[in-house]
């Protein structure tokens, strides 16, 4: 890490005041826009990021009682054979209503908030003083109401479809459909407390540590 990122989160140790727990920063921004690559960035640096999308997609195998309520919802045609979870079958049916889609939402995230809780009492027990909470749908889901800061990360319309079609092979037309079920970009940029505009003009490892620096 280098020295004075890791001056800057001694700083913020020392201003946290007993009882209060570590700093949490949100992180989030639309399809393709590179949360992924900036928690990569903060878990280079060794700092703990949580991330929201994949304890969701865990939890749909680890929680029998999540995937019961998640069938008796939409069907025994989200299921595998196995009793797994079709996600495929899934997105097909939430991503077309937008009921269908706030109903597992309402299923899936409260899981996902005590996931977090647990995954950050731990984090703190190791003597983390600043955690990241990383969500696609942070504001969607009120899981920014949990956050002492908001990371924003942006890019280009075109360029983040470009990515997204690279990354998982989808139509412009699936991206777009599943895009228009998250909040446009300027309403996500008016509720955070920073954007990181990810569309390669500049490096984003010096920006990233120059935020962690601000927090302190």
């Keep these: 890490m280098p020295e004075y990122c890791a001056m800057s989160l001694l700083t913020l140790q020392d201003n946290i005041s007993e009882g209060h727990g570590a700093l949490v920063i949100g992180l989030t921004g639309g399809m393709g826009a590179g949360k992924s690559v900036v928690s990569q960035i903060l878990r280079s640096l060794g700092l703990p990021v949580f991330d929201a999308d994949a304890e969701a997609r865990k939890l749909y195998d680890a929680d029998a009682t999540l995937l019961q309520s998640v069938s008796d919802r939409f069907g025994s045609a989200v299921l595998e054979p196995d009793g797994s979870l079709n996600r495929s079958e899934l997105a097909s049916v939430v991503f077309n209503d937008a009921e269908a889609l706030a ?13 977090f809780a647990s995954w950050k009492a731990q984090a703190e027990n190791s003597g983390a003083v600043l955690v990241f909470r990383e969500a696609a749908i942070l504001f969607e889901s009120e899981s920014a109401v949990d956050c002492d800061v908001i990371w924003a990360v942006t890019a280009p319309l075109a360029t983040r ?13 699936e991206i777009q459909r599943r895009m228009a079920h998250q909040w446009p970009a300027d309403q996500i940029h008016a509720r955070s407390d920073q954007v990181i505009v990810n569309d390669g003009s500049q490096a984003l490892v010096p920006l990233v540590l120059s935020l962690i620096d601000e927090l302190s």
């Excluded at 479809?161 to 037309?173: D, F, K, L, T």
Aim: hydrophobic share 40%; net charge positive.
């Design 161 to 173: 479809v470009q990515r997204v079609q690279q990354r998982n092979g989808w139509s412009e037309a």
């Design 103 to 115: 109903d597992l939402n309402a299923m899936v995230h409260p899981a996902v908030t005590r996931a």
